[in-house]
């Protein structure tokens, strides 16, 4: 198995290929960091792979200190804590390690530690962005462990506000990682259940740009490539932990699906944000939940074009072919059928309902999502009902 090694540019510095993260201390300096502050999550504080990145800064000269207080989905007081142990040590610059939670919460300390104002007033509306002060940013060099989230090439962060129990986006182009190291030796032993998880992240954020109603030829592109990579890769990483080969590439369709849904995502993501925050289930695991409902909700509008992407991953049958390779990859890899299966009821489904309208990423699902619609969205994947939303069964 032969994994590519890579150098890249687009959207960011990308060092691409196994054994890369031995550059991490050249990368710190490339990105003007001489103090830095390694952030991940507690599940990877102990391990092996971040021991050795701790240890690569220090041989170079760069001693890091460790910030881990992250929980699986990112909470406003894990920021505040990481902002506080980024001044109490002087640190320069972040190095952002680990799956989605880990990557953004170092951004979004990266970007709060030199800001005056709070959290909350930098929320990825309108022109907010423009409130911050633009050069008290500090660099940011990305590692991602898993192969789902693409948040090392993304330029917001998704923190869930306590008080409120909803998952915020904090956004401002100077967030983007300077250099990313993306090495696929970081991945290999991830259990499978993660393994699925981030790879339906990454396939749903592909599907949900390509889908996406705005225009954005280019993004729209790479959201094909990157959902090839992933129907042809997956279900190998998930057998094999260590088939770098299949790693590598579901590492590449990661940073492509973050890469691409600046053309927008959809319901896919408006229903999985209120039920992470609300649940605090694994986000891309719910995406790879709602993701065969979502389609059959969206079909009037997108059918042509589900039939344009089933042609091009050679796919038979245009858009029920492509539904069935969707609950194929489902079921190879062990997505649950249903909500049932992340141990979900119905007691919240109102709230969810109301949270998912107004969710920032409801606006680029091809047909307008109102509250009915996320309710009759929620109660399909509750009860698994995919006829009920107008297929004929399978």
Not at 127 to 152: C, F, H
Not at 319 to 328: I, K, M, S, Y
Request: charged residues 15%; aromatic residues 6%.
């Amino acid at each position: 198995m032969n994994a590519p090694t890579a150098n890249w540019s687009y959207p960011t510095s990308i060092r691409f290929g196994p054994g890369r993260i031995s550059e991490l201390a050249d990368a710190c300096r490339t990105a003007g960091i001489d103090r830095p502050l390694l952030v991940t999550d507690a599940g990877l504080a102990a391990l092996p792979i971040t021991k050795r990145a701790l240890d690569l800064l220090e041989v170079a000269g760069l001693p890091a200190a460790m910030f881990s207080n992250v929980q699986p989905n990112p909470v406003d007081s894990n920021v505040e804590a990481g902002i506080a142990a980024f001044r109490a040590g002087n640190h320069d610059g972040v190095v952002a390690f680990g799956g989605g939670s880990g990557l953004d919460t170092g951004k979004v300390i990266a970007f709060m530690a030199g800001q005056t104002r709070p959290l909350w007033d930098f929320e990825d509306i309108g022109d907010w962005w423009t409130r911050a002060d633009a050069e008290k940013i500090a660099p940011i060099v990305a590692v991602p462990t898993t192969a789902g989230t693409g948040s090392e090439v993304g330029r917001a962060g998704v923190i869930t506000q306590e008080a409120t129990h909803t998952k915020k986006v904090i956004f401002h182009p100077k967030m983007m990682p300077k250099i990313v190291i993306c090495d696929p030796e970081l991945t290999v032993g991830m259990p499978p259940a993660i393994t699925m998880g981030t790879g339906m992240d990454a396939l749903a954020h592909c599907l949900e740009a390509y889908c996406a109603p705005s225009y954005h030829p280019m993004a729209e592109g790479i959201a094909v490539e990157g959902m090839r990579l992933v129907f042809e890769n997956l279900t190998k990483a998930v057998a094999n932990g260590n088939d770098l080969e299949a790693r590598a590439h579901m590492m590449s369709a990661a940073a492509m699906g973050a890469t691409a849904f600046q053309k927008g995502l959809g319901a896919i993501h408006a229903l999985s944000h209120p039920v992470g925050a609300l649940y605090n289930t694994h986000h891309g695991t719910t995406n790879g939940v709602f993701m065969p409902y979502v389609l059959v909700f969206n079909r009037p509008a997108i059918k042509g074009k589900i039939d344009r992407l089933a042609g091009f991953l050679g796919i038979v049958g245009g858009f029920d072919g492509f539904l069935q390779a969707v609950l194929d990859l489902r079921k190879q890899t062990g997505v649950p059928n249903d909500l049932s299966g992340l141990n979900i009821d119905g007691s919240q489904a109102e709230t969810i309902a109301e949270m998912a309208v107004v969710d920032p990423t409801a606006g680029g699902n091809p047909i307008p999502l109102t509250r009915d619609g996320s309710m009759t969205l929620f109660e399909a994947a509750l009860s698994g009902a995919l006829d009920s939303l107008g297929r004929v069964r399978h």
